[in-house]
C-alpha cells in the first residue's frame, strides 16, 4: 500500500533563509509524487509534480523539489522564503488511481 | 490551469437537514472527481470518488447513505450530506484530474472547498 510522511508538524523560517519542508515515501513501482500548498479556508493549489526524468523539478512560486529514490524521499525547497509563503503544505503520492495526501506540514515565514 | 469551482463556500444547517454540495470543472470534463473531508488541522481524507454516468466508490467507513454522490455530467458532481448532524461539521473539498493520454499521471485540481457547520 502506498503511504506519505511528512515528519514535521510544523517549520519556521526567517525570510530570505532558504526553506526545506521534508516529504518520505511508500509506493509499489514508479512513484508519481506531487506538492500541494493550502491557504486558510481554501481547496489545495498544485506547486509541483515528479512522474519521471530530472530528479529536481521546479514549479510554482519560485518551488522546487528533489526527487531521491535511494532515500525514498521528495522535499520541498525554496532558496529564500517569503512572509507569503507561510501555507499549509502536503506531499501526496498516487498509485494506481487514488491519490494519498500526507499529514501536512505548516510553514510559518517571520519577518 | 484547470479550474474546479465549488458551491457553496459556507453552509450553516440545522441538524436533521441536508445540504447540497456542488463541484464543477469549469474549462474541462472531468469523468472522476473525488470527494474529500478535512478536520481541523489534519489531512484530507478521501471519501468517495465519482464516477460520470455510474455509482460512486466510497472509501472504507463511509457511509453512502449519508453522503449521496451524484456525477450527472461530465463537468458537474454533487454531495448530499443527508440527515446532518453536528458531528458531520467539516471543510469538504472537491477535486479532478487531467487525464494525459488516459494515464493518472495529472495533478488534481481543488474547489476551493465548502465550510459545512451543523448546529
Known amino acids: 500500500a502506498q503511504s506519505v510522511a511528512q515528519p514535521e508538524d510544523q517549520v519556521n523560517v526567517a525570510e530570505g533563509n532558504p526553506l526545506t519542508v521534508k516529504c518520505t515515501y511508500s509506493?509499489?513501482?514508479?512513484?508519481?509524487l506531487f506538492w500541494y500548498v493550502q491557504y486558510p479556508n481554501r481547496g489545495l493549489q498544485f506547486l509541483l509534480k515528479?512522474?519521471?526524468?530530472?530528479?529536481l523539478v521546479k514549479g510554482s512560486y519560485g518551488f522546487e523539489a528533489e526527487f531521491n529514490k535511494s532515500q525514498t524521499s521528495f522535499h520541498l525547497k525554496k532558496p529564500s522564503a517569503l512572509v507569503s509563503d507561510s501555507a499549509l503544505y502536503f506531499c501526496?503520492?498516487?498509485?494506481?488511481?487514488?491519490?494519498?495526501f500526507g499529514a501536512g506540514t505548516r510553514l510559518f515565514v517571520k519577518a | 490551469g484547470a479550474v474546479v469551482s465549488q458551491h457553496p463556500s459556507w453552509v450553516i444547517c440545522k441538524s436533521g437537514t441536508s445540504v447540497k454540495i456542488e463541484c464543477r470543472s469549469l474549462d474541462f470534463q472531468a469523468t472522476t472527481m473525488f470527494w474529500y473531508r478535512q478536520f481541523p488541522k489534519q489531512s484530507l481524507m478521501l471519501m468517495a470518488t465519482s464516477n460520470e454516468g455510474s455509482k460512486a466508490t466510497y472509501e472504507q467507513g463511509v457511509e453512502k447513505d449519508k453522503f449521496l454522490i451524484n456525477h450527472a455530467s461530465l463537468t458537474l458532481s454533487t454531495l448530499t450530506v443527508t440527515s446532518a448532524h453536528p458531528e458531520d461539521s467539516s471543510f469538504y473539498i472537491c477535486?479532478?484530474?487531467?487525464?494525459?493520454?488516459?494515464?493518472?499521471?495529472?495533478?488534481?485540481?481543488f474547489g476551493e472547498g465548502s465550510r459545512l457547520t451543523v448546529l
Open positions: 515528479y512522474i519521471t526524468g530530472d530528479n
Open positions: 501526496a503520492v498516487t498509485g494506481g488511481f487514488k491519490t494519498i
Open positions: 509506493v509499489s513501482g514508479n512513484p508519481y
Open positions: 477535486s479532478a484530474r487531467l487525464l494525459a493520454g488516459g494515464s493518472n499521471t495529472g495533478e488534481l485540481f
